[in-house]
């Protein structure tokens, strides 16, 4: 899970396809002494001073690098803190590729479920071929929100949702679609498509 900032750095490298030394170097060309080692230590969340890793600025630096590398969303408050949307959630479009793919959804932990369409189900909203990250909630809390569905009977829908007392309704291109509540065996809301 992303659940600090060693992990939140770590997934950023790996996104991007950068190598620790190619980062180290980077900031050694923006004129800071910064070591490999100070590096690895970073993602291992071994001797984290944040108020001193602020202060020196080195990773502004690293910010900007990962920002020109295919995360151009990348916030500085994530990356510490965690706080917001993952970067890659917001703009990895025709950039993800399995290793990627098998990366994002181990590190994003069991609240969040990584999918490939395979048929003309989803659609408007996804074709085949795309990726979809949707994160688990309940029916209850998805009202008027595209929505992921997986059913007992391996029925999947994408769609609108719309919550009735015992039921809900799935709803897209023009198709309603009704499903017992005790049927569904995941619902995720869908939080990025690549």
Known sequence: MLDSFGARLKVCRVIT??????????????????????YSRWENNENLNIAR????GVLESI????????LPELSLDWLLYGKGIPPFLVDMSNSLDE?????????????????????????????????????LFSPEKLENKITFIKTS?????LGILNNHEDKISIRNDNKMTEIKKPDIVYCGRLVWIS
């Open 153 to 157: 009977d391996h029925g999947l829908y």
């Open 99 to 135: 290793e990627k793919a098998f990366y994002i959804s181990r590190a994003m932990g069991n609240e969040y479920t990584l999918t490939t369409i395979a048929s003309n189900y989803a659609e408007p909203f996804a074709s085949p071929g795309d990726i979809i990250i949707t994160r």
């Open 63 to 70: 910010v900007t690098i990962f920002s020109e590398h295919e």
């Open 53 to 56: 890793i602020l202060k020196e």
């Open 17 to 38: 396809g950068l190598s620790s030394s190619y980062l180290v170097k980077q900031i050694h060309a923006k004129g800071f002494n910064f070591s490999s080692r100070q």
